[in-house]
């Protein structure tokens, strides 16, 4: 199977990433939108031709979801995400942008579409699977598409997740951790929030 091709977009808060993942011949998917540039981001969907059809929320975190609202009054698309994303991101204590003093105070206003563990959707010419993952977050998810997965912070590049937030659960982590790793093999490319692409050797 085609592995989909994923263009790594880098915020400048805590270097947060945003994916573009090519999901048919000219439609994509993003995967988490912090800080980003809606202008250069914009341009670059014109410049590749592409066209954005659906946006997935890892968790609820500001730095994940900040340019969610600019990019919908830009343009059309399906926002995705779990229940408690779709509840704690409309929170400007639950997506900390009250206490950043980077971010202005902010919540998403934007309608979602909530997504449940061990969904599969058709979007485009792929399956996305959904995996729950709460510990760091709540609201915390994995995308699985083939053999790449969209991490968010449950899983990162050499780097210990954060689990001290007021939120957070170290106890849904381990369980989430276990979970995530039942479906990685070596093949797996892991996206993770922050940080560069990697694999897990078994």
């Known amino acids: 199977m085609r592995e989909s091709k994923v263009t790594q977009l880098i915020s400048t808060y805590k270097k947060a990433n945003t994916y573009i993942v090519d999901v048919g011949n000219s439609e994509v998917i993003i995967v ?13 969907l014109k410049t590749n031709n592409k066209e954005l059809i659906g946006l997935f929320l890892t968790h609820e975190h500001l730095d994940h979801c900040y340019g969610v609202d600019l990019l919908k009054a830009k343009l059309e698309f399906t926002l995705y995400c779990s229940a408690m994303c779709e509840i704690n991101m409309r929170n400007s204590k639950q997506n900390f942008s009250r206490y950043i003093e980077e971010f ?3 919540v998403v206003k934007s ?6 563990d061990g969904q599969i959707l058709s979007i485009g010419n792929v399956e996305v699977k959904i995996i729950e993952t709460p510990g760091h977050s709540p609201g915390s998810i994995c995308i699985l598409i083939d ?3 969209f991490t ?3 899983l990162l590049n050499n780097v210990k997740t954060t689990l001290n937030f007021t939120h957070s659960s170290k106890k849904d982590f381990q369980k989430s951790r276990k979970k995530i790793l ?11 929030g922050h940080g560069t692409p990697f694999k897990i050797k078994f």
């Open 32 to 44: 988490d939108l912090g800080n980003y540039p809606i202008a250069d981001l914009l341009k670059w």
């Open 104 to 106: 202005e105070t902010f």
């Open 111 to 116: 309608d979602a579409t909530v997504i449940k």
């Open 147 to 149: 053999e790449i997965i």
């Open 152 to 154: 968010g912070d449950t």
């Open 182 to 192: 039942k479906y990685l093999t070596s093949n797996t490319k892991i996206y993770p």
